[in-house]
């Protein structure tokens, strides 16, 4: 019996889900709350991220992996509503 030959097509566009943008808002694993996403390494995979938008209530260097997406409709109006 031969070996079996699988090769599979990854859309560049599912990539580019899985690394959070600046600005955009998250839930991190294991924490409660929102984050909103203040700067991104993309090298080192990792993401600082502030509770709510203050700077003062941040984690720093998290893990794309531990990172939940929140819908982008979700994540505006979040954001325009902190904004009050």
């Not at 070996?3 to 990854?10: C, T």
């Not at 599912?14 to 984050?35: C, D, F, H, S, T």
Request: with cysteine; hydrophobic share 40%.
């Amino acid at each position: 019996m031969g070996s079996a030959n699988v090769s599979a097509v990854i859309k560049s566009g599912r990539v580019g889900k899985k690394i959070p943008n600046v600005g955009q808002m998250v839930r991190v694993e294991g924490r409660a709350g929102l984050y909103k996403v203040v700067r991104v390494d993309r090298d080192r995979r990792v993401a600082d991220v502030a509770r709510g938008g203050k700077d003062d209530d941040s984690e720093l260097d998290v893990s794309f992996t531990c990172i939940v997406h929140v819908d982008a409709k979700v994540s505006k109006t979040i954001q325009q509503f902190l904004k009050f």
